[in-house]
């Protein structure tokens, strides 16, 4: 049995994968499933703290405490050294990640029923766009709290990379494979050489000819669908009597994930005030106000994200609003949503163009496309990226194990 093993630390959802006798295994990390949503609440009555699904249910039953969520987002920020406040006192950003990756570890030997001193972690082709020194610290850091909560040895492996070992665990040939990870903070990329033979080598170095990505993920979508269709019954895009627009800040803050608090400081809930007397549209900025007051901004960014959710299988879809103040049910079209991330979805296909370039690879010599990652089954996405490569088949991995089982393949690889 291995003593090492695979962990995919996700914006969204985290799996910790393991090879046992050979077999390779996903471990249960709540209520029987492989998954464990990334996401931590304080309970400021009780002052317990929960993880995941139970998270998410102690929210919404309308317990007082905060609610974390996309804390991957933060690594390599300035968010990071932050800190937020929970009950009258102030808890760092870097802690709160300690706790959750130190839970998903306690979770996964309890699963195993044995310790785990090693482990690969899986990571995004880019933390940060554009910035090595953004990259390594978020590299750093994380590899920091995996050693904090207790992995002895630690290793990283690019997200593709490992989605790529666990297809590669299923075919029996050779193929010329684009893996295209399209997960909650990041999209990523990489034009791999796959076989069984293949996979028996140590270094798989020359097998990789190219990776890439881009910080674009299912939060993103979330965030824009949410500006677009959600936010301006709120106020989003309003006047003030002198003519000037609603400060955007406020709902931008709303409609992305890591930032949601930030709309319930007495700083933001004292300016809206002052701003809801010169609005032009007071019942809308009314509305925003007692959302920020319920501390409903979760609640609220977790009904747009089920409507990207019905989006991908259905061309509309309504969402029962039914905590805004007057309740609405608002129709989300599968066109809008197309529209609102239409700029996203270009630079993912810019990423996908670069990376073909890069490896020096004739579009239609790639035999497959392996889609990957929660955020996968946008459909604007998928047309794209299997546009670029029309030769290729196009072929399904399972949206959140296949990233954790190859890290498991490669933790076996690289510590035994």
Known sequence: MANACGVDFGTS???????????????DL?????????????????????????????YLAGYEGRLMRSLKSLLGTSLIDGQTEVGGRALPFRLLLTQFIGELKRRAELAAGREFSCAVLGRPVHFIDDSASADRLAENTLAEVAHAVGFKHVSFQFEPIAAAFDYESQIGREELVLIADIGGGT???SLVRLSPQRAKKAERRDDILASAGVHIGGTDFDKYLSLSAVMPLLGYGSRLSNNSEVPSSYYFNLATWHTINLAYTKKMQGQLADIWREAREQGKLGCLRQLINQRAGHWL????????????????TELTLDRLVPAS???????QFNDAIGH????????????LRDAGVAPNAVDVVFFTGGSS????????????????RRVEGDLFASIGAGLALDAVRKFG
């Open 13 to 27: 959802n985290s799996t910790v994968g393991w090879m046992r006798q050979g077999r390779l295994l996903m471990l």
């Open 301 to 316: 960014a977790m009904k747009v994200e089920e409507g990207k959710i019905a989006l991908s299988g259905t061309a509309e």
């Open 377 to 392: 089954g946008v459909g604007l996405l998928r047309e794209k990226i299997a546009a670029l490569v029309p030769a290729a």
């Open 329 to 335: 049910t608002l129709t989300l079209k599968r066109t």
């Open 30 to 58: 709540e209520d029987g499933k492989a998954t464990l949503p990334s996401v931590i609440f304080f309970n400021a009555e009780d002052e317990e703290v929960s993880f995941g699904r139970a998270a998410l249910a102690a």
């Open 344 to 355: 996203l979805a270009n630079s993912v296909e810019g990423t996908v163009l670069g990376l």
């Open 187 to 189: 999209s990523d990329f």
